[in-house]
Structure formats: structure tokens, C-alpha cells
């Protein structure tokens, strides 16, 4: 029972794979016994992280004091980040590119959370603050909630509000309810939680027939129950490859928002650790209908770089998708707001470098006069950009 035991034990299962991969000559046989000890390794390790978590309760979760600025944007662009790096610095410039005026919240609020509400993830920091966001904005201000280390932001910025609503226009959505609904980013690779490392089935939210998460949606491998379930919800017709859930980028008004929080917070009191996932959480919602959630198939607003290829148009210095028309009459480029480069980085500066590039040229001066001059929110404080994202924080 206690953690040292449940070490030992991780130790010898992995000794034991080791060893009988390598007296075993048949391939097949060491897969299926592989699968075999990894689904055992799955089910000791719910049922001892479930025995020892402690759940959470309405206590957990602290009161954010916010004192936010009411904006006239049409639409406010919020990202949550306890920590500033050169990977958020880099998706802040892309944004002041675009005219965004980016909101950053979490840095004031580092170490405040709690341990429970910190351990291992901060997917619940996130939801807190969500939260604080409805409490403090009016329920029809319309939001860009956005990952804050991984994306890439083009185009105009006063663009978006009708983008949204045209995305909403196409998706044949009843428009007299615009104000609750959300948009979520869509995606190639299906993924129904962000944290992998914690692969034990999350039980106790969708049962025993949730497969393991070693599943995938390659064929011949066995999909994910979560996976299946949002194949079939692509609209009729569809051609579209961007299947699947992600929550790294959304935009709707607080109070479509609102729906999706209280459904949060009342799942989070009931899951172990490793089920506390925006990814999962969320995605469940849209799955079964539970909050008013659409997915972005086109890519209109969002788009994801993994299992992507990019073009840039230097006309008009916008990236978009590679046509894979493969025969049928060529479809004309989509160009989304925003780039979601979830997983690897291999490319996220490169975008930046390029959009750099075609803004400026290679006027150093000019560019970082730009920049000298520019100014993001952090916390609800107006503060300048280069005191945010100096010389250290973007190397």
C-alpha cells in the first residue's frame, strides 16, 4: 500500500518485459504480451491512485481576485499562464501583430493555488480562472481563450467577431443563439487527454468501456471509445480530416462559457488524479452534448500543426493548410486566425520568424520600435511589453 511498494512493483514489471522480449522470437507474441502487462500496469495503477486521493471539494478551489479592464473590443483575447517564457513571448508577439490586445492571467496567482489544485497539472488553475472570468465580465462579452505557450496568432484581430459569427453561419447553428454557444479548436490526431504520463483509465467519470489510452485512431489499432464517439459526430458530408476535440483554443461569449465551468466543477470533486484534464473534461461535454460546444471542421478560426502541412502566401502574409485535394476540383486556402502547434515546437518559432520577416523585413529598427512600443495586460495591469518579454525572457 504504500509508495515504495508500488515502486518495487513498477521495477520488476518492467524487468520482466525486458527480459521476455528478449528470450521471445516471435513478434506477435510480444506485442500481445506487452499489451497484456500495460494493461495490467493500467488497471494497478487506477486502483492504487484511486485508494490514495484525497478528492477535491468547493474549499480547494481559492477566490481569484481579478480587477480586469472592461475593453470596447468587440473581442477580448485571455490566455492563462502562471509562468512568462520565450514560448509565450513569442505567441504574444504574433498577437500584437495581428492588433490583438492580449490579456494575460496567472502570474500573480503563481504558488497560490494549493497543492491539490497544482499537483501535476494545471488544468484546474485553468478552470479556476476560467471561472473568475465570468464572475468578473458580463455574460455577453465575447472571448478568445487560448493556450498561452503554443499559439500562433494572423491576420486582423478586428476581424474575428465576424469571422465567429459566419463560422457559426456555416455550421447551419440557430443564430438566435449565438450568445451560447463556443468554438472549439478541431484537430487531425485524436487525443482525448492531454496528459498521457497519466495513463490509467479515468473510471470513475466514463466506466469500465472507456479502452485504454494506449489506443489510437491509426488503423489497426484499437480507438479509444471517445475517439469512435467523435467520429460519428462529423457533420454529413464533411470531408474534413480536423475530427477531433482540442481545447488549447476556443472562442464564445462568458456566458456560453458559464455552462461549460459548472459542468467542470462538478466533475472535478469526483475524479483521481490524471481525469483532472481540460482535454478530457471538456471533450466529454461536446461528446454528449452537455454543454453548447461546436468544433471548427473547417478551420476557419482555429487550426492545428500537428499532422499539417503549411503554406505561406506572401500576399497577403498569411499561412494556410497545403491543398490535399488528391484529384478532386482544388479548394481554396483557409486562412484561420490562429495556429494551435500543440505537441511538438519544431516549427512554432519559424512561424513567428516568418510573419517577423514579412511585416518588417529586415528593418531591425522598425521592428522593434514596434515593440518598444507595444503593451500587454498582465493580471489587469497594462504593462510594456518589452519590461514583460525582455532580452532573458525571449531567449
Not at 485553468?126 to 505557450?149: C, N
Not at 464517439?229 to 464533411?238: H, K, V
Request: charged content about 20%; aromatic content about 12%; some cysteine.
Amino acid at each position: 500500500k504504500s509508495p515504495y511498494v508500488f515502486a518495487l512493483f513498477v521495477i520488476v514489471v518492467a524487468f520482466y518485459m525486458i527480459w521476455r522480449l528478449h528470450v521471445s522470437r516471435n513478434g506477435e507474441k510480444q506485442l500481445s504480451m506487452m499489451k497484456t502487462l500495460v494493461n495490467a500496469f493500467n488497471n494497478a495503477y487506477f486502483q492504487y491512485k484511486h485508494s490514495h486521493h484525497q478528492y477535491l471539494t468547493e474549499a480547494d478551489f481559492p477566490k481569484i481576485e481579478l480587477t480586469l479592464p472592461l475593453l470596447n473590443d468587440k473581442v477580448q483575447l485571455f490566455a492563462f499562464a502562471t509562468k512568462i517564457n520565450n514560448l509565450l513571448c513569442i505567441s504574444m508577439e504574433t498577437a500584437l501583430l495581428s492588433g490583438w490586445k492580449y490579456q494575460l492571467i496567472g502570474p500573480a496567482f503563481r504558488g497560490k493555488f494549493g497543492n491539490k489544485l497544482h499537483r501535476g497539472t494545471s488544468y484546474l488553475e485553468k478552470i479556476t480562472v476560467l471561472q473568475a472570468l465570468i464572475e468578473q465580465l458580463p455574460g455577453d462579452t465575447l472571448i478568445l481563450w487560448a493556450d498561452a505557450y503554443d499559439v500562433i496568432y494572423q491576420g486582423k484581430a478586428a476581424e474575428f467577431e465576424s469571422r465567429f459569427l459566419a463560422a457559426l453561419s456555416q455550421s447551419h447553428f440557430n443564430m438566435s443563439h449565438a450568445h451560447n454557444i463556443s468554438i472549439f479548436n478541431a484537430e487531425q490526431k485524436c487525443s482525448p487527454y492531454k496528459n498521457l504520463g497519466n495513463i490509467f483509465r479515468c473510471e470513475a467519470m466514463q466506466g469500465k468501456e472507456f479502452v485504454s489510452l494506449m489506443g489510437s485512431s491509426k488503423a489497426g489499432s484499437v480507438k479509444a471509445l471517445a475517439c469512435k464517439l467523435q467520429d460519428a459526430l462529423l457533420p454529413a458530408g464533411s470531408r474534413s480530416r480536423k475530427k477531433y476535440f482540442n481545447a488549447g483554443l476556443s472562442a464564445g461569449t462568458l456566458s456560453a462559457y458559464a455552462a461549460i465551468a459548472r459542468n467542470l466543477k462538478a466533475a472535478v470533486h469526483s475524479l483521481p488524479d490524471g481525469c483532472l484534464d481540460d482535454q478530457a473534461l471538456i471533450g466529454w461535454q461536446y461528446i454528449h452534448a452537455t454543454a453548447p460546444i461546436l468544433l471548427d471542421h473547417s478551420s476557419s478560426l482555429f487550426d492545428t500543426q500537428a499532422l499539417s502541412e503549411f503554406r505561406f502566401d506572401p500576399s497577403c502574409g498569411l499561412f494556410h493548410q497545403a491543398d490535399r485535394s488528391s484529384g478532386r476540383a482544388p479548394q481554396p486556402p483557409v486562412f484561420p486566425t490562429a495556429i494551435h502547434h500543440a505537441g511538438s515546437k519544431t516549427n512554432y518559432s519559424a512561424f513567428r520568424d516568418t510573419l517577423m520577416q514579412w511585416h518588417f523585413g529586415d528593418d531591425g529598427s522598425r521592428q522593434a520600435a514596434f515593440f518598444a512600443n507595444a503593451s500587454v495586460y498582465v493580471d489587469g495591469a497594462l504593462r510594456p511589453f518589452t519590461e514583460v518579454c525582455g532580452p532573458k525572457k525571449m531567449r
